[in-house]
């Protein structure tokens, strides 16, 4: 089939070289000149695993091409993804600017039936006015050209976008145009496997299950930050309860972590946009509102935990941090915890020497001129001469350290860890001072 994706970031470039995996033929589209020219000259403009090799063989088998050429892209697919970000208003509701734009130059350009996708996470309601911009945009060039529009929201998380995009628990497509019904069956057939993933419904409900989904994972990380708070003031393991919990099927281990919050380019903003979307609706989502005010408030948790140690004015004090990302395996760092860290450590007199695998590229971009932050090479070069070490991502190189290695490099042996990576034994072991969450 031939598809067109709009939009070539994170879902955008995943989604076009997983679907040209399968032998489509893609050509994806992005305004962006500089992204394009990246990946014309054979990179990739993220980190995420797997995917430039799959990229790479992909461009060089002719299934998949980069261009910033709009008419092209759109006279390219029958179907053609909407995969453009949607990033949060003033007032917390899905900025649709760039959606609907790429409506626009669908309608301006189409001459053929297409079948337009939207893949970003878009507010109920959105097809219809996508539906409108390209009737609108074909209504002026007094043409009466047929297309379908469609939810299709993507489930997929950074760091295992290929694996989840190739491999996905469901596929959902919100469609009422048998035309479209049929194609997104045979667009989605190879993505089977040993059952049916794809679960079809109307386009408003497509639309809000994205939503519901990432609401309900949010909810789940802040109730147990919450519960993690308080496990530490009754003098209980959260790591325990945790597993107790979790060994529930009704309630399950997975999103059960507590922790320095949850960041992301999704989680945030989609909880915000859920909340506004109900509001506009005439209903208060007073468990989401609950949800923001618990993640704002763990995000600092690691500055009270290090004021409680070393007092409110850290100036002449420098900390190391182990890890920038929001999260592990991506170099992502949009609403990272580590931010909120970084920024309350600084405002606080102090310096900090970070570390991170993948993403110091980017903090020194979002980082640039700032005198106070200052990255390390490796993980023990952070450590060199800093107060302490706090660990905010969970990356798989920070799970076993030397622990007696630390000790010889902090000043003061303290370890402040955001994401419980140890058994507390075993920095105790070696003499540092440990201060995980919820944990005694
Ligand atoms: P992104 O910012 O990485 O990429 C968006 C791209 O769209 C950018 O490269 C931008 O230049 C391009 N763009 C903007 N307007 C355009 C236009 N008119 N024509 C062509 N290109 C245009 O965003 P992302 O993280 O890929 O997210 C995209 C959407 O998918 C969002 O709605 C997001 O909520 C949703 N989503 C993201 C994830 C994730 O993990 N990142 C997961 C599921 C869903
Ligand atoms: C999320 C959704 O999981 C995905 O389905 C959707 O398509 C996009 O948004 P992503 O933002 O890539 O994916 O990351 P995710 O793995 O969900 O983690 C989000 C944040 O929650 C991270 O900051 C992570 O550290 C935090 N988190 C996650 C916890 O604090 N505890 C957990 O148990 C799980």
């Known amino acids: 089939m031939k598809i067109t994706v709009i939009g070539t970031g994170y879902v955008g470039l995943v989604s076009g070289t997983c679907l040209a995996d399968v032998g489509n033929d893609v050509l994806c589209l992005d305004v962006d000149a500089n992204k394009i020219r990246i990946l014309n000259e054979g990179g990739i403009p993220i980190y995420e695993p797997g995917l430039e090799a799959m990229v790479k063989k992909n461009e060089a088998a002719g299934r998949l091409r980069f261009t910033t050429d709009i008419e092209a892209a759109v006279a390219h697919g029958a179907i053609q993804f909407i995969a453009v970000g949607t990033p949060p208003d003033e007032d917390g509701s899905a900025d649709l600017q760039y959606v609907l734009a790429a409506a626009r130059n669908v309608g301006r350009h189409m001459t053929d039936y297409k079948v337009v996708v939207d893949k970003s996470t878009v507010p109920v309601g959105t097809a219809d006015k996508v539906r409108a911009a390209i009737a609108?945009?074909?209504?002026?060039?007094?043409?009466?050209?047929?297309?379908?529009?469609?939810?299709?929201?993507?489930?997929?998380?950074?760091?295992?976008?290929?694996e989840d995009f190739m491999k996905p628990d469901r596929i959902v497509v919100g469609a009422e145009d048998p035309r479209a019904i049929d194609l997104m069956r045979e667009?989605?057939?190879?993505?089977?496997?040993n059952h049916e993933r794809l679960?079809?419904?109307?386009?408003?409900?497509?639309?809000?299950?994205?939503?519901?989904?990432?609401?309900?994972?949010?909810?789940?990380?802040?109730?147990?930050?919450?519960?993690?708070?308080?496990?530490?003031?009754?003098?209980a393991d959260i790591e325990h309860?945790?597993?107790?919990?979790?060994?529930?099927?009704r309630i399950g281990y997975h999103f059960l972590y507590p922790g320095c919050g949850y960041g992301g380019s999704c989680f945030?903003?989609?909880?915000?946009?859920?909340?506004?979307?109900?509001?506009?609706?005439?209903?208060?989502?007073?468990?989401?509102?609950?949800?923001?005010?618990?993640?704002?408030?763990?995000?600092?948790?690691?500055?009270?935990?290090?004021?409680?140690?070393f007092g409110a004015d850290l100036s002449g004090r420098t900390f190391a941090l182990w890890g920038l990302a929001f999260k592990p395996n991506t170099d992502d760092m949009r609403e990272a915890p580590s931010r909120a860290l970084i920024g309350d450590l600084l405002a606080r007199g102090a310096r900090v020497r970070a570390y991170d695998p993948v993403a110091i590229h980017e903090a020194q971009r979002i980082f640039e001129g700032e005198a106070g932050v200052e990255f390390a090479a490796s993980p023990m070069d952070a450590l060199a001469d800093a107060d302490a070490l706090a660990i905010v991502t969970e990356w798989k190189?920070?799970?076993?350290?030397?622990?007696?290695?630390?000790?010889?490099?902090?000043?003061?042996?303290?370890?402040?860890?955001?994401?419980?990576?140890?058994?507390?034994?075993?920095?105790?072991?070696?003499?540092?001072?440990?201060?995980?969450?919820?944990?005694?």
Request: net charge neutral; aromatic share 8%.
């Open 136 to 162: 609108e945009e074909l209504a002026q060039r007094g043409v009466d050209t047929p297309y379908s529009v469609v939810s299709n929201p993507e489930f997929l998380k950074e760091g295992a976008a290929v």
């Open 187 to 193: 667009l989605y057939a190879p993505f089977q496997r």
């Open 199 to 235: 679960i079809m419904m109307d386009v408003r409900s497509a639309e809000l299950t994205k939503y519901a989904a990432n609401a309900m994972l949010a909810t789940r990380i802040s109730f147990m930050n919450e519960l993690a708070n308080l496990a530490e003031k009754l003098g």
């Open 241 to 249: 309860v945790r597993h107790g919990m979790g060994s529930d099927p």
């Open 268 to 309: 945030p903003k989609d909880v915000q946009a859920l909340e506004r979307t109900a509001r506009e609706a005439g209903q208060e989502l007073k468990i989401l509102a609950a949800v923001e005010a618990a993640n704002e408030v763990q995000k600092h948790v690691l500055t009270g935990k290090i004021v409680q140690h």
């Open 397 to 440: 190189e920070f799970r076993s350290p030397d622990f007696d290695a630390i000790k010889s490099q902090l000043r003061h042996p303290v370890i402040f860890d955001g994401r419980n990576l140890y058994d507390p034994a075993h920095p105790r072991r070696a003499g540092l001072e440990y201060f995980p969450i919820g944990r005694k």
